[in-house]
Protein backbone atom coordinates (compact mmCIF):
# COMPACT_ATOMS: atom_id res chain seq x y z
CA UNK A 1 0.00 0.00 0.00
CA UNK A 2 1.32 3.66 -1.08
CA UNK A 3 1.86 5.71 2.30
CA UNK A 4 2.00 9.24 2.66
CA UNK A 5 2.98 10.48 5.90
CA UNK A 6 2.93 14.05 7.24
CA UNK A 7 5.39 14.49 9.97
CA UNK A 8 2.52 16.49 12.33
CA UNK A 9 -1.00 15.69 12.83
CA UNK A 10 -1.21 19.23 14.83
CA UNK A 11 0.62 22.74 15.16
CA UNK A 12 0.10 25.35 17.09
CA UNK A 13 2.31 28.34 15.93
CA UNK A 14 2.57 31.98 16.30
CA UNK A 15 2.20 34.70 14.15
CA UNK A 16 5.54 35.88 12.22
CA UNK A 17 6.89 32.51 12.73
CA UNK A 18 8.38 30.77 9.95
CA UNK A 19 6.50 27.08 9.60
CA UNK A 20 8.14 23.74 8.07
CA UNK A 21 5.37 20.94 6.94
CA UNK A 22 7.31 18.15 5.95
CA UNK A 23 5.57 15.12 3.52
CA UNK A 24 7.10 11.70 2.60
CA UNK A 25 6.05 8.80 0.22
CA UNK A 26 7.32 5.72 0.00
CA UNK A 27 6.29 4.26 -3.63
CA UNK A 28 8.75 6.54 -5.64
CA UNK A 29 6.33 8.53 -6.38
CA UNK A 30 6.73 11.31 -9.55
CA UNK A 31 4.14 13.91 -8.31
CA UNK A 32 3.76 15.46 -4.61
CA UNK A 33 1.12 18.29 -3.88
CA UNK A 34 0.04 20.19 -0.86
CA UNK A 35 -3.28 21.27 -0.10
CA UNK A 36 -5.15 23.39 1.99
CA UNK A 37 -8.90 22.67 3.44
CA UNK A 38 -11.00 24.96 4.56
CA UNK A 39 -15.16 24.93 5.77
CA UNK A 40 -17.16 25.85 3.20
CA UNK A 41 -14.42 26.48 0.75
CA UNK A 42 -13.08 23.03 0.07
CA UNK A 43 -9.73 21.73 -0.61
CA UNK A 44 -7.48 24.00 -3.06
CA UNK A 45 -3.78 23.68 -4.50
CA UNK A 46 -1.40 25.23 -3.23
CA UNK A 47 2.03 23.81 -4.95
CA UNK A 48 2.72 21.03 -6.90
CA UNK A 49 5.96 19.13 -7.96
CA UNK A 50 6.51 16.79 -10.74
CA UNK A 51 10.51 15.72 -10.10
CA UNK A 52 13.06 16.66 -7.40
CA UNK A 53 13.67 20.23 -7.07
CA UNK A 54 10.68 21.18 -9.71
CA UNK A 55 7.67 23.05 -8.22
CA UNK A 56 5.04 24.82 -9.66
CA UNK A 57 2.09 27.07 -8.04
CA UNK A 58 -1.43 26.08 -7.63
CA UNK A 59 -4.50 28.64 -7.32
CA UNK A 60 -3.13 29.41 -3.95
CA UNK A 61 0.76 30.00 -3.61
CA UNK A 62 0.77 33.46 -1.92
CA UNK A 63 2.25 33.18 1.64
CA UNK A 64 3.85 29.83 0.94
CA UNK A 65 6.79 28.26 -0.47
CA UNK A 66 7.69 24.54 -1.54
CA UNK A 67 10.79 22.19 -1.49
CA UNK A 68 12.03 19.33 -2.61
CA UNK A 69 15.29 17.94 -2.58
CA UNK A 70 14.46 14.26 -2.96
CA UNK A 71 11.81 12.23 -4.43
CA UNK A 72 9.95 11.39 -1.32
CA UNK A 73 9.44 14.17 0.30
CA UNK A 74 8.13 17.68 -0.15
CA UNK A 75 8.08 20.61 2.53
CA UNK A 76 5.66 22.88 2.60
CA UNK A 77 6.99 26.14 4.41
CA UNK A 78 4.97 29.35 5.59
CA UNK A 79 7.65 31.96 5.39
CA UNK A 80 6.15 34.07 8.00
CA UNK A 81 2.84 32.53 9.30
CA UNK A 82 -0.61 34.17 9.89
CA UNK A 83 -3.36 33.55 11.09
CA UNK A 84 -5.57 33.26 7.85
CA UNK A 85 -3.35 30.44 7.10
CA UNK A 86 -4.83 28.61 10.26
CA UNK A 87 -6.46 25.13 8.10
CA UNK A 88 -5.94 21.91 7.50
CA UNK A 89 -3.01 21.01 5.05
CA UNK A 90 -3.00 17.60 3.52
CA UNK A 91 -0.03 16.10 1.09
CA UNK A 92 -0.57 13.91 -1.87
CA UNK A 93 1.27 12.09 -4.31
CA UNK A 94 0.74 10.49 -7.25
CA UNK A 95 2.94 8.19 -10.12
CA UNK A 96 2.49 10.35 -12.97
CA UNK A 97 0.75 12.42 -14.36
CA UNK A 98 -3.54 11.83 -13.92
CA UNK A 99 -2.84 8.65 -11.88
CA UNK A 100 -4.51 8.07 -8.65
CA UNK A 101 -3.54 10.24 -6.22
CA UNK A 102 -2.92 9.00 -2.54
CA UNK A 103 -3.44 11.42 0.83
CA UNK A 104 -1.88 11.73 4.28
CA UNK A 105 -3.52 12.28 7.17
CA UNK A 106 -3.57 15.95 7.43
CA UNK A 107 -1.66 18.24 9.80
CA UNK A 108 -3.89 21.18 11.61
CA UNK A 109 -1.93 23.84 11.88
CA UNK A 110 -3.01 26.85 14.05
CA UNK A 111 -1.57 30.13 14.12
CA UNK A 112 -2.20 32.20 17.17
CA UNK B 1 -12.09 27.25 -15.02
CA UNK B 2 -12.92 23.94 -13.84
CA UNK B 3 -16.10 23.89 -10.98
CA UNK B 4 -16.79 20.87 -9.28
CA UNK B 5 -20.60 20.63 -7.53
CA UNK B 6 -22.04 17.63 -5.76
CA UNK B 7 -25.34 17.24 -4.37
CA UNK B 8 -26.74 16.66 -1.82
CA UNK B 9 -24.56 18.50 0.51
CA UNK B 10 -25.43 16.33 2.95
CA UNK B 11 -27.97 13.06 3.16
CA UNK B 12 -28.81 10.87 5.98
CA UNK B 13 -30.55 7.48 5.57
CA UNK B 14 -31.42 4.40 7.30
CA UNK B 15 -28.84 1.35 7.61
CA UNK B 16 -29.03 -0.92 4.75
CA UNK B 17 -30.69 1.17 2.09
CA UNK B 18 -29.10 1.72 -1.66
CA UNK B 19 -27.62 5.77 -2.36
CA UNK B 20 -26.85 7.56 -4.75
CA UNK B 21 -24.36 10.51 -4.64
CA UNK B 22 -23.84 13.03 -7.87
CA UNK B 23 -21.02 14.62 -8.89
CA UNK B 24 -21.13 17.35 -11.98
CA UNK B 25 -18.11 19.22 -13.35
CA UNK B 26 -18.28 22.34 -15.99
CA UNK B 27 -15.18 21.30 -17.94
CA UNK B 28 -15.32 18.21 -19.96
CA UNK B 29 -11.58 18.45 -20.81
CA UNK B 30 -10.47 15.80 -17.78
CA UNK B 31 -8.10 12.84 -17.48
CA UNK B 32 -9.90 10.88 -14.60
CA UNK B 33 -12.36 11.30 -11.53
CA UNK B 34 -11.66 10.21 -8.77
CA UNK B 35 -14.15 9.44 -5.29
CA UNK B 36 -12.43 9.99 -2.16
CA UNK B 37 -13.44 8.97 1.56
CA UNK B 38 -12.87 11.72 4.61
CA UNK B 39 -13.43 10.58 8.15
CA UNK B 40 -13.72 13.52 10.55
CA UNK B 41 -10.18 15.30 11.08
CA UNK B 42 -8.87 12.74 8.90
CA UNK B 43 -6.88 12.39 5.44
CA UNK B 44 -8.62 11.44 2.04
CA UNK B 45 -8.99 7.74 1.45
CA UNK B 46 -9.17 6.94 -2.28
CA UNK B 47 -12.28 4.61 -3.48
CA UNK B 48 -12.21 5.09 -7.00
CA UNK B 49 -10.61 6.41 -9.53
CA UNK B 50 -12.42 6.38 -13.25
CA UNK B 51 -10.28 7.36 -16.52
CA UNK B 52 -12.15 9.27 -18.95
CA UNK B 53 -12.03 6.61 -21.34
CA UNK B 54 -13.93 4.29 -19.11
CA UNK B 55 -17.72 4.53 -18.00
CA UNK B 56 -17.86 2.81 -14.45
CA UNK B 57 -16.00 1.09 -12.01
CA UNK B 58 -16.36 -1.04 -9.51
CA UNK B 59 -15.33 -2.06 -5.69
CA UNK B 60 -17.37 -3.84 -3.16
CA UNK B 61 -20.54 -1.85 -2.07
CA UNK B 62 -19.43 1.04 -3.99
CA UNK B 63 -19.53 1.75 -7.91
CA UNK B 64 -19.04 5.05 -9.75
CA UNK B 65 -20.14 5.89 -13.39
CA UNK B 66 -18.66 8.42 -15.40
CA UNK B 67 -20.66 10.27 -18.07
CA UNK B 68 -17.85 12.79 -19.75
CA UNK B 69 -19.56 14.43 -22.33
CA UNK B 70 -22.76 15.87 -20.03
CA UNK B 71 -20.07 16.48 -17.17
CA UNK B 72 -21.59 14.39 -14.85
CA UNK B 73 -20.53 11.02 -12.31
CA UNK B 74 -22.41 9.37 -9.33
CA UNK B 75 -21.50 6.99 -6.45
CA UNK B 76 -23.47 3.92 -5.95
CA UNK B 77 -23.37 2.94 -2.42
CA UNK B 78 -25.14 -0.26 -2.40
CA UNK B 79 -26.69 -2.19 1.22
CA UNK B 80 -25.47 0.78 3.43
CA UNK B 81 -24.08 0.57 6.61
CA UNK B 82 -23.14 2.55 9.56
CA UNK B 83 -19.16 2.47 9.12
CA UNK B 84 -20.03 4.50 5.72
CA UNK B 85 -20.61 7.57 7.52
CA UNK B 86 -17.96 9.83 5.93
CA UNK B 87 -17.70 13.03 3.64
CA UNK B 88 -17.53 11.73 0.00
CA UNK B 89 -15.65 14.10 -2.25
CA UNK B 90 -15.74 14.06 -6.11
CA UNK B 91 -12.20 15.23 -7.86
CA UNK B 92 -11.37 15.75 -11.26
CA UNK B 93 -8.14 15.95 -12.64
CA UNK B 94 -7.02 19.41 -14.12
CA UNK B 95 -6.83 19.37 -17.88
CA UNK B 96 -3.29 19.90 -20.18
CA UNK B 97 -4.79 23.03 -21.03
CA UNK B 98 -1.70 25.17 -19.00
CA UNK B 99 -2.12 25.55 -15.67
CA UNK B 100 -1.22 23.25 -12.37
CA UNK B 101 -1.63 19.39 -12.42
CA UNK B 102 -3.41 18.51 -9.43
CA UNK B 103 -6.96 18.13 -8.74
CA UNK B 104 -9.69 20.29 -8.55
CA UNK B 105 -12.09 19.21 -5.79
CA UNK B 106 -16.53 19.20 -5.36
CA UNK B 107 -17.12 19.84 -1.63
CA UNK B 108 -18.07 17.14 -0.61
CA UNK B 109 -21.23 15.14 0.43
CA UNK B 110 -21.87 14.59 4.02
CA UNK B 111 -23.14 11.08 4.85
CA UNK B 112 -24.81 9.60 8.43
CA UNK B 113 -26.22 6.32 7.95
CA UNK B 114 -28.65 5.71 10.67
CA UNK B 115 -28.15 2.02 12.81
Known amino acids: DVKVTQSSRYLVKRTGEKVFLECVQD?????MFWYRQDPGLGLRLIYF???????EKGDIPEGYSVSREKKERFSLILESASTNQTSMYLC???????????FGQGTRLTVV | KQEVTQIPAALSVPEGENLVLNCSFT??????LQWFRQDPGKGLTSLLL?????REQTSGRLNASLDKSSGRSTLYIAASQPGDSATYLC??????????????FGKGTHLIIQP
Open chain 2, 27 to 32: DSAIYN
Open chain 1, 92 to 102: ASSLGRNTEAF
Open chain 1, 49 to 55: SYDVKMK
Open chain 2, 50 to 54: IQSSQ
Open chain 2, 91 to 104: AVSRSSGGGADGLT
Open chain 1, 27 to 31: MDHEN
